[in-house]
C-alpha cells in the first residue's frame, strides 16, 4: 500500500545498514581506531597514541591530486593515498559500486550531488550525521548542507554547490538592443527579437541532454519532485512548477525562439563558438570552464541572476556541484572527516585546488568566496566580480529540494524523451512523465515505500 512502512522506506530507515557492514570492517564500532591496529583491507588504522593512519580517496575532480599533497605536506598523522577516476555513471559510479560490493571501497569518495540518495541507499555511503560537528556545520551554507541531509541524517559533506545563472554575450546583446532579462517573460521577448532580426541566431539552447537542467528550471519555480514525508518516497515530477516550466519551453522550441539540440555536444560547441547562441544558463562553475573552452571571446561575455517567475519571490535552482563521502568500507571515519573538513573549508586546500588551472566553483563553505574571487581572473568576464553575484544566487538556492533515488536511471529516460521531442516525436512535458513512470519500478525494485502523484 502507498505510504506503508517497508523494510527501506526512506534513509531513515537504512541508516543503520550501512553501518553493520562498517563496524565489522572498524573492529565493533570503532574499537580498532582507538587501540590502533589494521584493518581487514590492509590500511592502518589510527589510534590516539599518534600512530600514522592512511586513507584512501577516489575522485573525478581536477586538482584533487593538487590538494591531497597540500594536505599531506602539512599532516604527519594522516596520509591520503589518492586514486584520480573517471567521471560520470559509467567511469567512476560504477567502479565504485564494484568495490563497494567487493568490500573494497575507498575510505572517501567524491558524489555529485544527485547522487548522494542513491549511494546512501545502497549502503556505499556511511551515516556521518555524528560525525558533522556544529563547527562544520557554521562552516557550510546551509542550502548545500540541506542536499545531502535526508530526515536529518548526514551522507556526505558538500565542497561546492553551483547556482544556475546566465552567461549572456554583452557584444550581440548590444547588437539586438536588448537588456538583460529580470523575468522569464521578458527572456521569451528577447527571444522573439532575436529571431525575427536574424535567421541564424537564436537566444539560447534547450538541450535534449539536459535533465539537470530541467531539474533546475523546475526547482527555481517551485519544484519537489521528491520527498519523504509519511515515511515514503513520494514522487511528483510533473507537478505544477515544472508543467508550468515544460510549457514554457515548450513555447519556445514550437515557435523556432531557442535552438532545441543535445549541448554536450559538437554541434553546441559550434554554436556557442560562431556565435549563435546570445545566453547559455548554467552553474557558476561554468564561467571558468567557458574561459578555458574559449579564450578567443574573451571580453564577449557577461553573467547575470537567471530570470525570475515573480521577482518578489526570488529563487534559483542549482546545476552541478559534489559532495565527498565517507564510505561504509572506511576504517577510520575520524580521519577520513578531518581531511574532508580541510578539503572543504581550509584556504590552503581551495588554493591548492585552483593552482591545477583556472576554476570559477562558488564554494560551500562562504568563508572561501574571498580566495577564490582573489584567484579568479575578471579580465575574461570584463572585469565583473563574478563572485559577488554567486553569492548573491546562492542564498537565493530555494531549500527543501530533495534528489532522488535513482537520478541515473530518471535522467536517461528524460534524455532519451527530449531527444525525441526534438525530432517531433513527443513533447517536454512527455518525457518528464516518462521519466517519473520510468522511475518508480526502480524504487519499488530498492524495497522503498513509494507514492506517485500522477498529473
Given at each position: 500500500m502507498p505510504g506503508r512502512q517497508s523494510r527501506r522506506s526512506v534513509l531513515a530507515t537504512i541508516a543503520a545498514l550501512p553501518l553493520t557492514g562498517a563496524l565489522s570492517a572498524c573492529g565493533g564500532g570503532g574499537g580498532d581506531t582507538r587501540s590502533g591496529g589494521t584493518s581487514s583491507t590492509g590500511r592502518t588504522v589510527s589510534s590516539r597514541t599518534?600512530?600514522?593512519?592512511?586513507?584512501?580517496?577516489?575522485?573525478?575532480?581536477?586538482?584533487?591530486?593538487?590538494?591531497?599533497?597540500?594536505?599531506?605536506?602539512?599532516?604527519?598523522?594522516i596520509q591520503v593515498d589518492f586514486q584520480q577516476i573517471p567521471g560520470g555513471a559509467q567511469g567512476g559510479y560504477a567502479k565504485l559500486s564494484n568495490a563497494a560490493r567487493a568490500g573494497n571501497a575507498p575510505d572517501i569518495a567524491t558524489l555529485e550531488y544527485p547522487q548522494v540518495p542513491g549511494f546512501a541507499i545502497d549502503g556505499v555511503c556511511r551515516d556521518i550525521t555524528d560525525l558533522v560537528g556544529d563547527g562544520l556545520r557554521a562552516k557550510l551554507l546551509p542550502q548545500a548542507l540541506g542536499l545531502t541531509t535526508f530526515e536529518k541524517r548526514v551522507f556526505s559533506v558538500p565542497l561546492d554547490v553551483e547556482p544556475m545563472v546566465l552567461h549572456y554575450r554583452t557584444d550581440l546583446f548590444e547588437r539586438y538592443g536588448l537588456t538583460v532579462p529580470r523575468t522569464w517573460d521578458d527572456f521569451e521577448d528577447a527571444a522573439r527579437t532575436v529571431r525575427d532580426k536574424s535567421d541564424d541566431r537564436r537566444m539560447a539552447l534547450f538541450p535534449t541532454d539536459g535533465d539537470n537542467h530541467v531539474a533546475?528550471?523546475?526547482?527555481?519555480?517551485?519544484?519537489?519532485?521528491?520527498?519523504?514525508?509519511?515515511?515514503a518516497w513520494n514522487v511528483s515530477l510533473a507537478d505544477a512548477p515544472t508543467r508550468r516550466v515544460a510549457a514554457y519551453w515548450q513555447r519556445l522550441t514550437d515557435e523556432d525562439l531557442v535552438f532545441m539540440n543535445a549541448v554536450e555536444s559538437r554541434h553546441s560547441?559550434?554554436?556557442?563558438?560562431?556565435?549563435?547562441?546570445?545566453?547559455?544558463?548554467?552553474?557558476?562553475?561554468?564561467?571558468?570552464?567557458?574561459?578555458?573552452?574559449?579564450?578567443?571571446?574573451?571580453?564577449?561575455?557577461?553573467?547575470?541572476?537567471?530570470?525570475?517567475?515573480?521577482?518578489?519571490?526570488?529563487?534559483?535552482?542549482?546545476?552541478?556541484?559534489?559532495?565527498?563521502?565517507?564510505?561504509?568500507?572506511?576504517?577510520?571515519?575520524?580521519?577520513?572527516?578531518?581531511?574532508?573538513?580541510?578539503?572543504?573549508?581550509?584556504?590552503?586546500?581551495?588554493?591548492?585546488?585552483?593552482?591545477?588551472?583556472?576554476?570559477?566553483?562558488?564554494?560551500?563553505?562562504?568563508?572561501?568566496?574571498?580566495?577564490?574571487?582573489?584567484?579568479?581572473?575578471?579580465?575574461?568576464?570584463?572585469?565583473?566580480?563574478?563572485?559577488?553575484?554567486?553569492?548573491?544566487?546562492?542564498?537565493?538556492?530555494?531549500?527543501?529540494?530533495?534528489?532522488?533515488?535513482?537520478?541515473?536511471?530518471?535522467?536517461?529516460?528524460?534524455?532519451?524523451?527530449?531527444?525525441?521531442?526534438?525530432?517531433?516525436?513527443?513533447?517536454?512535458?512527455?518525457?518528464?512523465?516518462?521519466?517519473?513512470?520510468?522511475?518508480?519500478?526502480?524504487?519499488?525494485?530498492?524495497?522503498?515505500?513509494?507514492?506517485?502523484?500522477?498529473?
Open positions: 599518534g600512530r600514522k593512519t592512511r586513507i584512501t580517496f577516489w575522485s573525478a575532480l581536477r586538482g584533487s591530486q593538487e590538494v591531497v599533497d597540500a594536505f599531506n605536506r602539512g599532516h604527519d598523522t533546475a528550471y523546475a526547482w527555481q519555480a517551485g519544484a519537489q519532485w521528491f520527498d519523504t514525508a509519511g515515511g560547441d559550434v554554436q556557442i563558438g560562431n556565435g549563435l547562441v546570445l545566453s547559455r544558463f548554467s552553474g557558476a562553475w561554468d564561467a571558468g570552464a567557458q574561459m578555458k573552452a574559449r579564450p578567443g571571446q574573451k571580453g564577449q561575455w557577461a553573467i547575470a541572476p537567471s530570470p525570475q517567475w515573480d521577482p518578489a519571490d526570488p529563487g534559483v535552482g542549482t546545476h552541478g556541484g559534489s559532495t565527498f563521502a565517507v564510505t561504509r568500507d572506511c576504517a577510520d571515519p575520524e580521519a577520513a572527516m578531518e581531511f574532508i573538513e580541510w578539503q572543504i573549508s581550509h584556504p590552503d586546500a581551495l588554493r591548492a585546488r585552483l593552482s591545477s588551472g583556472a576554476s570559477s566553483q562558488y564554494p560551500a563553505a562562504p568563508d572561501l568566496v574571498d580566495v577564490g574571487r582573489k584567484a579568479f581572473d575578471r579580465s575574461y568576464y570584463g572585469g565583473q566580480d563574478i563572485y559577488t553575484l554567486f553569492e548573491q544566487e546562492a542564498h537565493k538556492i530555494r531549500p527543501g529540494w530533495v534528489w532522488g533515488p535513482r537520478m541515473t536511471a530518471t535522467g536517461r529516460i528524460m534524455k532519451d524523451g527530449l531527444a525525441r521531442a526534438s525530432g517531433g516525436q513527443g513533447s517536454i512535458l512527455g518525457a518528464i512523465r516518462a521519466a517519473q513512470e520510468g522511475t518508480m519500478p526502480d524504487l519499488k525494485a530498492l524495497g522503498l515505500s513509494t507514492t506517485q502523484r500522477s498529473t
